[in-house]
């Protein structure tokens, strides 16, 4: 298999055309989003690779509203619903 060296560029050309840092670069593909080769003993990119990488998205994922709805009407009916403690009984028989 041939490849064309215009369709390569190192980690430090990719860094600059993602507007990243080196390492977000290196970090990628040690998680094997984005793949390398090996020329030279440089490890290089496939430029159409890098352009169009897509971030996944940030954060935590939100959770589903009518779930999330439920369950804080559940704990409010728990709130509701409990007895008096042990203490609270005792003062009261006083």
């Known amino acids: 298999m041939k490849i064309d060296p215009s369709e390569l560029v190192s980690q430090q050309q990719a ?5 990243v840092s080196f390492q977000a670069i290196q970090d990628l593909v040690r998680r094997g989003r984005l793949t390398t080769i090996e020329v ?8 159409k690779e890098v352009e169009a990488f897509e971030p996944l998205a940030a954060g935590r994922p ?5 779930a ?5 009407s559940s704990k409010a009916a728990k ?3 409990t007895s008096k403690t042990k203490s609270a009984k005792k003062r009261k028989a006083r």
């Not at 030279?40 to 430029?47: E, P, S």
């Open 15 to 19: 860094a600059e055309m993602r507007r």
């Open 40 to 47: 030279g003993g440089r490890k290089y990119l496939f430029r």
């Open 62 to 66: 939100r959770k589903d509203s009518a």
């Open 68 to 72: 999330a709805k439920s369950s804080q």
């Open 79 to 81: 709130r509701g619903s």
